[in-house]
Structures are given as C-alpha cells and as structure tokens.
C-alpha cells in the first residue's frame, strides 16, 4: 500500500539536499565576489549550471511520480493529507524540511545577487570616472586588445 508514496518521498529529500547545496554555492559566490576572484566565481557559476540540468531531471521524475500517485494538483503543504495514514507524518516532514530549505536558498540567493549586483555597479562608477561609456562594450573589441589567455577557448579542440 505504501509502496508508490515512498519514491517521492525520497524524491523531495533528494530536493532538499539539492538545495542545500545551491545554498553553499551561493555562498560561495559572496566569498568570491568579496575577494574579487573571478575564476573562483566562475567554478562556481559551472557547478551551478550543472546542477541546473541534475534539477531538470529531478522536475521530470517529480512530475512522473505526481501522475502515478494522482496527486498532480495538490500543493506540497497538504501533501500529508493525500498521504496513507501510516506515512502522513513522514510526508509533512519531508515537505516542510523541502519548504525550509527553499526558504534559506532563497536568502542565500538573494544575498548573492546584491552582492553581485553591488559589485557591478561598483565596476561600472569605476568605468565611468575614467572616461569610458560601461555600455559601449566588453573594452576587447579594440585593436591589439585581447581578453586574458585563461579567458578564451580552443573552439579548434
């Protein structure tokens, strides 16, 4: 009878842990941001695009679950309800600790982005004082200019 609630189950804490790790990378991105390591906040820009696509295939074996269990329209804070008596309990669990998780990615998140955001309009004064229109382009494009050698690719390899 339990047998087709529990992959979800497993399915929101596989989530949870998901996010716990967006939230360290988000941190990570402060500290790069607050030490002006570009290469750092690079490597942490890649593991977050490939946590991007582990995410993407966690949505489509949600979505597969939720059609199994008919439960497609039930949203996660009353999935305990439409849950066998003997894992209710289990499943409010697991859906509040995904709830509390999203929550601190969030904060995490968020904090980043000011970061971020704080820095680039930092750069872009910086940029204006000296005469140079932020917007006009990268500074690359002109003659004999070329970006840092560990910022290029061998489109060739």
Not at 25 to 53: F, H, P, R
Not at 123 to 133: F, L, N, R, S
Request: net charge negative.
């Amino acid at each position: 009878m339990d047998a087709p609630f529990l992959p979800y189950l497993q399915l929101l804490r596989e989530l949870a842990g998901k996010l716990d790790q967006l939230g360290q990378y988000a941190q990570e991105k402060i500290t790069a941001v607050g030490n002006d390591d570009l290469m750092a906040l690079d490597e942490v820009l890649k593991k977050e695009q490939v946590m991007g696509l582990s995410l993407r295939g966690l949505e489509q074996k949600r979505k597969t679950l939720l059609d199994q269990l008919k439960l497609g329209d039930v949203p996660l804070s009353d999935l305990s309800k439409h849950y066998p008596e003997s894992l209710a309990m289990e499943a409010k669990e697991a859906a509040e600790a995904l709830r509390h998780r999203y929550r601190m990615y969030r904060s995490h998140a968020d904090a980043a982005r000011n970061s971020l955001e704080l820095n680039l309009h930092q750069i872009e004064k910086v940029i204006t004082a000296a005469g140079i229109d932020p917007v006009a382009g990268s500074g690359y494009d002109a003659p004999g200019v070329e970006p840092p050698k560990n910022m290029k690719s061998d489109f060739r390899a």
